[in-house]
């Protein structure tokens, strides 16, 4: 029988094989650039004249097909993150921060900033999470307000990727409507005033990440993204598209840490004998194999059925990213093992992958909140 059925559709393997060109233009800006809190102009420069961006963006828009593929998103940041998880953070973030723009902006708005997005002119930014609320989102702070023709915002993002080179954010926050409160999504440029950022935090895996504070600012009602009150649904719809290209760059990131250590044991002898046949190094190196392997399938089954329908098949989404993320966490541990103090020294490949493998597991959905909701539905589905 042929594996026709299990390998990638040709365009998506001609997307790879851009994304994995583009990949190999960072390598020598990669180190810089993943310990970067700004944006790196040269990785930057490279991506906007690679187009890759444009998978990010409808076609309509400037984007590259009709509309935007979770498959091919997903292909693209097992790429970008085998060599830079900075190249795979700006590309992504560009889709994450502009998709509800594009599914229920104002034409107008729409027209301003999502041509720019597509060619890495203007950049894109999500702001949910604040100082004290991550995964309850539904317990935020931040309150829109209508004034006359404007809408008026207050409030405080935390966490922000993309906070401080971002050009506008697409931000969640409570509006009462009919007296009662809902959640609503608006467009606040960066340079709106009322707007500052500051970066307060440094992670184990440097990002350009930070904390935007909005004091009494005021936007055209235009910049409005859906109706009042449907905010959390355009969010869902973006977690839906974007969830799964999480566990595609923990595929690439565990790839490139098993690469690495492979490399490393076979290379380097002990007792005579090279370390990947020593005691359980083979064994550690082959489970890494299988696990990556299992973590891809899975990975690319669920894309490909969320580029179909992103929202019925969240579930198959939630399980990629979870698994994967999980997977690439053992991976690099097993990884930094077989490196011994090669593993944990400073500056070395494999201990940026270990760090860059760590808030995998907890963005887009922590690994345990996920699993909560997918027991649900496992509970629903089963028992009924
Ligand atoms: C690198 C990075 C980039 C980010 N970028 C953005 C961004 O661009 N925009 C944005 O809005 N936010 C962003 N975030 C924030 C991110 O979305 C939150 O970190 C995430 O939602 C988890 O929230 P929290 O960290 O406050 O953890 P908490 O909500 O405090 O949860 C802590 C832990 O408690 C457990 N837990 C919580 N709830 C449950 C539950 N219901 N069931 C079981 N266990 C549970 C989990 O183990 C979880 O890890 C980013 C975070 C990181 C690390």
């Known amino acids: 029988m042929s594996d026709d059925a299990f390998e990638l559709p040709t365009k998506y393997r001609e997307l790879a094989d851009q994304a994995r060109q583009v990949a190999k233009q960072v390598i020598p800006f990669a180190e810089r650039a993943d310990e970067s809190d700004h944006f790196d102009p040269d990785v930057r420069q490279i991506?906007?004249?690679?187009?890759?961006?444009?998978?990010?963006?409808?076609?309509?828009?400037?984007?590259?097909?009709?509309?935007?593929?979770?498959?091919?998103?997903?292909?693209?940041?097992?790429?970008?993150?085998?060599?830079?998880?900075?190249?795979?953070s700006i590309f992504c973030m560009q889709g994450i921060g502009s998709y509800a723009l594009a599914q229920?902006?104002?034409?107008?708005?729409?027209?301003?900033?999502l041509p720019r997005v597509a060619r890495l002119d203007a950049v894109a930014a999500l702001?949910?999470?604040?100082?004290?609320?991550?995964?309850?989102?539904?317990?935020?702070?931040?309150v829109i307000e209508t004034d006359g023709d404007n809408l008026r915002i207050n409030g405080h993002k935390s966490f922000i990727t993309n906070a401080g080179d971002a050009d506008f954010y697409t931000m969640l926050g409570k509006e009462t409507i009919d007296g009662q409160e809902q959640y609503s999504l608006v467009l606040v440029p960066a340079?709106?005033?009322?707007?500052t950022v500051n970066q307060p935090h440094q992670i184990i895996a440097p990002h350009v990440l930070g904390d935007v504070v909005m004091q009494d600012v005021v936007v055209p009602s235009s910049h409005r993204i859906g109706e009042p009150g449907k905010g959390f649904g355009l969010v869902l719809a973006t977690l839906s598209t974007f969830r799964v290209s999480v566990a595609g760059a923990a595929v690439g990131v565990a790839q490139a840490a098993l690469e690495e250590a492979?490399?490393?044991?076979?290379?380097?002898?002990?007792?005579?004998?090279?370390?990947?046949?020593?005691?359980?190094?083979?064994?550690?190196?082959?489970?890494?194999?299988?696990d990556i392997e299992m973590a891809r399938a899975l990975t690319y089954r669920a894309a490909a059925a969320s580029a179909r329908d992103a929202?019925?098949?969240?579930?198959?989404?939630?399980?990629?990213?979870?698994?994967?993320?999980?997977?690439?966490?053992?991976?690099?541990?097993?990884?930094?093992?077989?490196?011994?103090?090669?593993?944990?020294?400073?500056?070395?490949?494999?201990?940026?992958?270990?760090?860059?493998?760590r808030p995998l597991r907890i963005y887009e959905g922590a690994t345990e909140v996920i699993y909560d909701s997918l027991a649900k539905d496992l509970v629903r589905k089963v028992v009924g």
């Open 311 to 357: 929202r019925g098949n969240l579930y198959l989404s939630s399980l990629a990213k979870a698994g994967a993320t999980e997977a690439a966490g053992r991976v690099v541990d097993r990884c930094v093992q077989v490196m011994g103090r090669f593993g944990i020294t400073r500056g070395t490949k494999i201990e940026r992958l270990y760090r860059e493998a």
């Open 191 to 195: 340079d709106a005033p009322g707007v």
């Open 127 to 142: 702001g949910l999470t604040e100082p004290d609320v991550g995964s309850d989102l539904r317990s935020i702070t931040t």
């Open 104 to 113: 229920a902006g104002h034409p107008e708005v729409q027209d301003h900033w």
């Open 262 to 290: 492979t490399r490393h044991a076979a290379g380097r002898e002990q007792f005579g004998v090279p370390l990947a046949r020593l005691g359980g190094v083979p064994a550690q190196l082959a489970q890494s194999w299988a």
């Open 47 to 88: 991506l906007a004249d690679s187009g890759l961006v444009t998978v990010t963006v409808p076609e309509r828009f400037g984007g590259r097909w009709a509309e935007v593929d979770s498959l091919a998103v997903t292909v693209v940041r097992e790429q970008l993150a085998f060599e830079s998880a900075h190249a795979d």
